[in-house]
């Protein structure tokens, strides 16, 4: 004879949208929505959305922020941002003829003791030697370093989004050659299990900022300025000398 068994009992779950909201440096905006049956779910994932949509900044629209969606805090699904970036679309247009450009990745700590992977982008007014590029490139280094390491990881990508960070360090630059663009191209967050499973290198912040050539071009002008005010006797003598024998 045939076994009955019993209907195993189906649940269904029954799903709603379930809004997302940023970290507190973006006032916790809701930067989306996902439909899901338990906002537990949603735990681990991540969110991309254009910069513009969270400051009605319409020059922001080529900066995207990712969030990390971390918890349920008070029945809400809080996240944590964990990047920074411009398009390549926008990145590339920075870059003309006629023009050197810098890029750079490396790995620096916060005040909060984070781990973020940084890249900036310069690009010059004009072509220049390969020397200059090298002293601006550790000079850049150097300053973003020590400046991250005096602030956390919120005031550090508030500074970028004011663009506070580009300006000082595009007027350092300026000292050893014109600068046309100063951008931070993309900010990621590491986590620091990743950074001693891969043996990634952090650069550390300096005591102090390397010191910057001293420039020639005054120095030429003044040399000569003064091969100039040396030459005007000597015509004048010549002068003189042609109308006597005239």
Same mark, same amino acid.
């Given at each position: @004879?045939?076994? &009955? ?36 779910? /949603?735990?681990?994932?991540? &969110?991309?959305?254009?910069? @513009? ?30 990047? !920074? ?9 920075? @870059? ?18 984070? =781990? ?6 310069? +690009? ?18 150097? !300053? ?6 005096? @602030? ?7 500074? &970028? ?5 580009? !300006?000082?360090?595009?007027?350092? =630059?300026?000292?050893? !050659? ?25 650069? =550390?912040?300096?005591?102090? /900022? ?6 020639? &071009? ?15 006797? +000597? ?12």
């Amino acid at each position: @004879m045939a076994k &009955v068994t019993k209907a195993a009992a189906v649940v269904i779950k029954k799903k709603r949208w379930v809004p997302i909201h940023a970290s507190k440096l973006f006032n916790e905006q809701v930067i989306g929505e996902s439909y899901v049956g338990e906002p537990q779910e /949603l735990v681990g994932r991540c &969110v991309t959305v254009s910069l @513009m949509t969270l400051t009605g900044d319409p020059q922001k629209q080529s900066v995207s922020v990712s969030f990390k969606i971390t918890g349920i805090v008070e029945s809400k699904v809080v996240s944590e941002l964990i990047g !920074y970036q411009i398009v390549p679309s926008a990145a590339k247009k920075m @870059m003309r003829r006629q023009k050197s450009k810098i890029e750079d990745s490396f790995i620096v700590e916060t005040l909060d003791k984070k =781990l973020i992977r940084v890249k900036p982008i310069i +690009v010059t007014r004009g072509r220049t030697t390969h020397n200059v590029l090298s002293t601006m490139s550790k000079l850049q280094r150097a !300053y973003i370093a020590k400046m991250i390491s005096k @602030m956390d990881f919120d005031s550090f990508v508030k500074d &970028v989004i004011l663009k506070k960070m580009q !300006y000082g360090l595009a007027q350092l =630059l300026k000292r050893l !050659y014109p600068v046309g663009a100063c951008e931070i191209r993309q900010i990621e967050f590491i986590p620091v299990e990743k950074v001693k499973e891969l043996g990634l290198k952090v650069t =550390l912040p300096p005591d102090n /900022l390397p010191e910057l050539p001293k420039k020639e &071009v005054k120095v030429e002008k003044e040399s000569a300025s003064e091969s100039t005010e040396q030459a005007a006797p +000597v015509e004048q003598a010549e002068e003189s000398a042609e109308q006597e024998t005239a």
